[in-house]
Structures are given as C-alpha cells and as structure tokens.
C-alpha cells in the first residue's frame, strides 16, 4: 500500500479519536444533548472498510456514526454543529448525533432503529444494479442487529438478486448491557451467511490493515460479479453503550475494558507504522497538532453557529 | 402513604402480579441482567428468576410474537417495549395476532398480554426516538389502550393490566419515571376505563392524559391566578373511553381545550373531541379546540423540540380562546 494511503488511515483514525473525546467533553458541559454513541475502540473497522472503498461507493450505517461520517470525508465542522443542534449542523441541526447524513460523499445515515438501515442498504445495492453503475455499498450495524429479521430478509435477497452490498457487522460484543453469548445462538457471526450461500469472511476489527484487506476483496467481489459478502470485524467500545451508560457497568469489569485497550487499534497502526519507518516521532507529533486543531476548530464553528430558526420545523416534511 | 416514582410504583405492580400468579412472566430487552434501560424492573430478575425475567436479543417482531403464542396456551406475559418506538417493528404481532385471534377463533382464545414501555419524547433524541404512537393502538378494535399520569395510577392500572384477559397497551413516560407520588401499598387497583377529575373548576375542561397532564395542571394553574377555573380531567384509559366522565365535566364548563403529545392528524384528540360533539353538542359554547405537538417529524435542536411540543401557554391560550377573552 502507498505510504500516502497509510499515513490517511492513521490520520483518520486520530481525528476520530479526537474528535470524539472533545464531543464527551461538550456533551459533559449539556452543549450536547440526547442520546450520542462513541466510536471510541472501533476506529479500525470503519477507516479500514471505507479505506477500501471508491469515493462514490455508499456506506450506511447506525446511531454509532460519528467516525463513518468523518471517514467518508466530511468537513468535521458541520458535524459537530449537528451534534450541537445548531443550523449549521450537517442535517440542519434536526437530524443530531443518531441521524448524520452526508449525500454527497456516499455516507447514506445515521440511523436509530436496530438494523433499520440494512433493507436500505440492500435497495442500495438494487438500484446500483438496475442503473448498471459501477458501485458498491458497504452497511455497519452491530452485532446486537443480526438477530432482526430485515437482517435476514436482506442477506437472502441480495443473494438471490446478485447486489453489490456488504455487510460489515461491527462485533464490539455487547449491544448495550447484553453480551453476544446471551443474544446470540452461535458465536461465529459470519455463519450466518451459509444459510444463504453466500461469501463471509471474519477480521480482527483492531487492525486497520486486516479490515481494509477483506473489504477491498469483498468490494472486488461485488463490483465483477454482484455478489454480496457478510464480514464480521471482531471490535470492541472502550466507552459506555451511549454517555449516559458508565464505561464498566456490572456487565462487563473493568478488567475486561483495561484489557482490551491494550489493543487499542490506535496504537497498533501508529506502533506498525513506526516499525515500518513510514512515520516517524516527529511526524507523529505534528499529525497529533494538526488534529487538535482541526477538532477545536470544528467545537468553536459549533459554538459559534446560530441554532436552527423556528421556520425550520415545518421544513423538509415533504419534498417539493 | 408511602411516595414513591412512577417506575418503582410499575415495578411494585409487576412484583405483586408475579407473586400472586405464577402464569405471569416479563420479557424484553435488558429488562433482567440490566434491571431495564429506564430500570423499572430493578431487582426482579433477582427476585423472580431468569426464567421469569426474560432478557431477549434485539427482535422486536419476534419476541412480541413469543408473548402472544405464549398467551394463546395460557400465560400472561408482560413484555417491556425499550421504548414504543421499537414496538413499530412488533405491530405485526400486536395487530394481526394479538388483537385479533379471539375474534377470528370465535372466542376460542383469550389473550392476556401487556405490552408496556415508555412512549413519547424525552430530550433531544430525534425523529426516529421520540414518537407519541396513543392514536396508532386506539385504532385497533381487540386492543386496550393505557397512559397514566401519575405514579398510583400506573400502579393501579398495571396492576388491573395483567389481570385483564385481553392485550393492553400499556404507554408509559421516560420523562415521568422519577416523578414522586404517594401510592397505595399491597392490592390496589385502578380499573380500566375509568377517567378521573385530577382538578375540578367550573369555567372550563381539560382534558390530557400521561405526562401532557401535567402541562395541563400548570396551565390550569396559571388560568386560577387570572380567576379561570379550569377542570382537567384525565381518562387514564384511552380504549375503552370514559365519555361519561367527559360529557358530565363539559356540562358544567360548556367548553372544552384538549390536549395530547402525539401529532394532530387523526390524533386520539380528534376522536374524544368527535365524542363530545355527538353528546354534549347542546353545551357547548366553543368549539371544542385541540393542542396537540406540531405535525412533524420530531426536530433534534432542542429549540425545535420545544416548539414542537404542547406546553402550558399554549393551553393556555387555547383556553382563553373557547372563553372568548
Ligand atoms: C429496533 C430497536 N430496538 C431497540 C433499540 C434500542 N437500542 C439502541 S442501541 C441498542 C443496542 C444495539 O447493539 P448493537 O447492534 O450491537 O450495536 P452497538 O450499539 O453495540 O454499536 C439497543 C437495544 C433500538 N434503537 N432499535
């Protein structure tokens, strides 16, 4: 891979990281309400994936959105004005950290109902088809979403109608408080494919490289052939399901999270990239005061910005 | 009395109706090893069991369909809807099945289910999370239809909920759940259908139910400071209707303001104001008005969201309009 390209990902990966921590830090001080889930520890699974994908592919996923919308390459600055509510956010401020949407890079949403975004991504894949474009669509939800039937309902459709969709379930082991051993029959997610005679593959969701090797593969797959694929990226959240839930509640120790953050996907890109000489002490460094700044940057546009005007609510209910 | 908050007046009410019949069950996400996302069943997975405090994987469709098969041969589950956003998924089972097998068997069966969970907005959870779904459940003949107020009602109601023989829906308030009020211990029942005054006044009636109640006593409150005496009655039951309690209180007030959280459009509103027409048209001196949340999808900016929802002022001056003043 192109030193450019590894230094991108790393690069991704920290402003995400970053920009996340100064998010916990708003919503702490109420600039930031409602329900907001941090990526924080599953940076490698969107930066790989979307890494892996052309400008114009599609990727779609849940309310845990914050890090895919910035790695499909939106200006950080309207997405924290979104999680702001202010109207300059990304969806004008009506959407806020559940529901960002950026059309015009490919990032489809930001959607709260479990699992609610994979027929969407699955008529995605069909209108890539019917149109004849050379595109694919990769959907993330977590593990907590495979036991939904629109889950299952697509992965048979887009078998049976050969669409240019992947399925990249985000392992972090837990939806909210439920472990995946007390929601799910089976421990090896991508099984699930067989019923449908389909591609999987499993990654180590912490590598940055191993998650963009098999997306760049399955996309590979869907562009010449049609064919869909059902990945797995065993990941994990440092933080709480959302920030009103603790980072070790009674359902998993402290222990297990001081553990897990000994693989901090992180580290391992930055550790790997040292090795490799492709980054150096120094260039780290200035990335690490380039990143403050741009996230700063983006907190003081949200504070700055004007909150939507009353007019807004009767908006966008209709198209014209 | 001893005071207590909503939620631990409903969990007082499931761990009474556990105790009592062993047929009774509850089932749905995070209500055991977690105590529920809102924690109105703290400590009865400890108390009652896994096998009677059924954590369940994100499948609303599914498990709602578990209660109601489950029902068909006799028990009498309780499932927790996280909150009834989610239960739009689980409509299939609650309309097509749970609502309608007595009726389609020719009374073969008996469907003793409670779907309960918090319905409405909170703060700033957006279009997707924050839906007041009262008129979507109202419209299903086979259904009951439950939004209590205050922390002795939901204990009252629940209570006569799990015992009723048929599906209720029981709608709840994340808002509402640290709300403190005295509750009556052991067996107390509320009866479903049955309305009550929560405020007598003369010049006019409100009626609300749920937490929008308690926008309705504000107003009420700021109308008695300016010599208004407003009625607020609350049905507590939104199927079957108390009209009687209704018709009785615009008779004395001749007027009516009513006022929901859900959207204005075929809203559970239109339908009690609909029955005040048929019988209490001759006292009426206004026409019956309507506050309901605008109609449209829920904005996140909280600015929006407060624009959006009904509030005292706006009863306010709703009421001041059927008074003509
Ligand atoms: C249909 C539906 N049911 C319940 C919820 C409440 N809820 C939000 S997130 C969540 C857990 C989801 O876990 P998972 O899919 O593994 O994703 P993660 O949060 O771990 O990223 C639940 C139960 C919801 N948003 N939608």
């Known amino acids: 891979m192109q030193k450019k390209k590894l230094v991108e990902m790393y690069r991704m990966m920290l402003l995400i990281r970053r920009f996340e921590e100064r998010a916990a830090q708003m919503y702490g001080m109420q600039k930031i309400t409602g329900f907001c889930h941090l990526y924080i520890g599953q940076e490698a699974v969107g930066v790989g994936a979307i890494a892996a994908l052309r400008p114009d592919d599609y990727f779609i996923s849940a309310y845990r959105d914050h890090g895919h919308i910035l790695a499909k390459g939106t200006d950080p600055k309207p997405v924290m004005a979104e999680l702001f509510g202010k109207a300059t956010g990304i969806s004008k401020g009506k959407g806020g950290s559940m529901h960002l949407f950026d059309v015009e890079k490919g990032y489809m949403g930001g959607h709260g109902i479990v699992a609610g975004q994979i027929p969407l991504a699955t008529g995605m894949g069909f209108a890539i088809k019917y149109k004849k474009e050379d595109k694919v669509v990769v959907c993330s939800f977590g593990e907590g979403a495979v036991h939904q039937g629109s889950f299952h309902e697509s992965l048979n459709l887009a078998k049976l109608w050969k669409l240019p969709v992947i399925y990249l379930i985000e392992n972090n082991r837990y939806g909210m408080g439920t472990p995946l051993e007390r929601a799910s029959a089976i421990w090896d997610l991508s099984q699930k494919a067989e019923s449908y005679d389909m591609a999987r593959a499993t990654v180590d969701g912490m590598d940055v490289l191993k998650v963009y090797d098999v997306v760049a593969e399955a996309a590979d797959r869907a562009r010449k052939n049609g064919e869909p694929t059902l990945i797995e990226a065993r990941t994990y959240r440092f933080r709480g399901h959302s920030m009103s839930d603790p980072v070790h509640s009674h359902y998993r120790t402290k222990e297990e999270v001081e553990e897990q953050k000994k693989k901090d996907p992180l580290i391992i890109i930055k550790d790997k990239l040292l090795k490799d000489k492709v980054l150096t002490p120094a260039t780290v460094k200035e990335l690490e005061a380039e990143i403050k700044k741009i996230v700063l940057e983006s907190a003081d546009f949200a504070e700055n910005s004007p909150v939507p005007p009353l007019e807004a609510v009767y908006e966008d209910v209709y198209a014209p | ?325």
């Open chain 2, 1 to 325: 009395m001893p005071v207590l908050t909503f939620r631990e007046a409903l969990n007082q009410a499931m761990a009474e109706e556990m105790e009592r019949d062993p047929n009774v069950y509850l089932m749905g996400e995070e209500v055991g090893y977690y105590n529920g996302a809102y924690k109105v069943s703290q400590g009865l997975m400890e108390r009652f069991g896994p096998e009677r405090v059924i954590d369940t994987p994100i499948a609303e469709l599914g498990f709602a369909g578990v209660g109601v098969g489950s029902a068909m041969v006799g028990l009498r589950p309780i499932i927790e809807m996280m909150t009834f956003n989610f239960s739009i998924l689980a409509l299939d089972q609650i309309f097509n099945n749970a609502a309608k097998l007595r009726y389609m068997s020719g009374g073969q069966f008996q469907i003793p289910i409670v779907f309960r969970g918090p319905g409405g907005a909170a703060h700033g959870l957006g279009a997707q999370h924050s839906q007041c779904l009262d008129p979507w459940f109202c419209n299903v003949p086979g259904l009951k239809v439950v939004a209590p107020s205050v922390p002795a009602d939901g204990k009252g109601l629940l209570k006569s909920a799990i015992r009723d023989n048929n599906p209720v829906i029981f709608i709840e308030s994340e808002v509402a759940y640290g709300f403190k009020g005295e509750v009556p211990e052991g067996e107390f029942l509320v009866p479903l259908g049955v309305g009550e005054v929560k405020r007598e006044g003369k010049d006019v009636t409100i009626v609300a139910w749920s937490k929008m109640i308690h926008v309705a006593l504000d107003a009420a409150n700021a109308l008695a400071e300016e010599g208004i005496q407003a009625e607020v009655i609350d049905p507590r039951t939104l199927r079957p209707l108390d009209e009687q309690i209704l018709i009785t209180s615009v008779e004395k007030t001749n007027r009516c303001v009513i006022v929901e959280e859900g959207w204005p459009y075929a809203g559970v509103g239109a339908e009690i104001a609909h029955r005040i027409n048929m019988h209490a048209f001759d006292h009426l001196d206004a026409p019956v008005l309507r506050i309901s949340s605008k109609d449209v999808p829920m904005p996140y900016a909280l600015n929006l969201e407060k624009d959006v929802m009904p509030n005292a002022q706006k009863v306010v001056a709703a009421v001041k309009k059927v008074l003509y003043i």
